[in-house]
């Protein structure tokens, strides 16, 4: 079995980042901007936050994160949004979730101009991933794509099943593998026989939020298994596929840590560079 580690790819990603980042300071004086909203004291959301802040930082970005109390007002938090679209100095805005319940979804993902939002969840960058036009684009499924293809494994005519249905991961992925010719399966909580789609799956990606969902029994030899999730339990952080029981059957895996999730802080970053280039294109425009 294989371990798909993402560091090969994100030494490589980075050094790219880095000098076109380099390129635009020196050709046209813009240094591309991340601003990270983060409301309340979660602890991973303060982990999450200080890796986006040092790994923009280490490729020569400026970063900031603007940090808010649980209580503050939705109007508050917006009017800052507001503020953040309007500035020329900061190409990506993101919010960091989870938020406090006065915060609605639905209003969040509005809230950031989409040429901004670098979270690729605003309506119409959704919009245009599913047309298959360019856009910024969610970034942990951008991520399984480029993994994926970083170690050669096909994507055309192959049987993909996604385990998980959300706007974040399941349904952006199930688009991006679309555009790579697969055949795409999506299963979830109200799907019926699943370990026997599952089982059919060249390629399984698992973002269904459950520790230890995924055992060997839930996969055909030799299939691609991509582990999105993360938890802690024990001290430890483990994913939502059971790791040591099914790497005798599988032909490769994702770890957790050390896969999929430094590929979307990746992502992220390279999202930020693309907004900052379009707003070049702008300027050159006026």
């Not at 991006?176 to 299963?187: A, D, G, M, P, Q």
Request: aromatic share 4%; charged share 25%.
């Amino acid at each position: 079995m294989k371990t798909l580690f993402s560091k090969p790819i994100i030494e490589k990603e980075k050094s790219r980042i880095r000098e076109e980042v380099l390129a635009l300071k020196n050709n046209h004086g813009i240094t591309p901007g991340l601003s990270v909203i983060l409301i309340g004291n979660d602890p991973a959301s303060q982990i999450y936050t200080s890796s986006k802040g040092r790994a923009a930082e280490e490729l020569g970005m400026k970063h900031e994160t603007l940090t808010f109390d649980k209580s503050v007002s939705v109007e508050e938090v917006h009017q800052t949004v507001k503020k953040l679209n309007e500035d020329p100095s900061v190409h990506g805005i993101l919010i960091q979730r989870p938020v406090p319940p006065q915060f609605k979804e639905s209003d969040l993902i509005e809230w950031i101009t989409p040429e901004k939002d670098v979270d690729g969840f605003h309506p119409m960058n959704i919009g245009k991933l599913h047309l298959g036009l360019p856009c910024l684009q969610p970034c942990t499924p951008t991520g399984i794509i480029r993994l994926v293809k970083h170690y050669g494994f096909p994507l055309s005519g192959k049987h993909v099943v996604i385990i998980g249905r959300s706007s974040i991961v399941g349904k952006p992925a199930s688009a991006l593998f679309l555009r790579e010719n697969s055949t795409v399966t999506t299963v979830h909580s109200k799907s019926q026989r699943i370990k026997e789609i599952c089982k059919s799956a060249d390629i399984l990606v698992v973002a269904a939020g459950k520790p230890h969902l995924v055992n060997s029994e839930w996969i055909k030899p030799g299939a691609i298994v991509i582990d999105v999730g993360i938890h802690r339990q024990n001290n430890k952080v483990i994913g939502d596929v059971d790791f040591e029981d099914i790497k005798e059957k599988a032909s490769a895996i994702t770890p957790v840590p050390k896969g999929i999730g430094p590929m979307t802080i990746m992502e992220l970053l390279n999202n930020t560079l693309i907004s900052a280039k379009l707003s070049q294109k702008v300027l050159e425009e006026k």
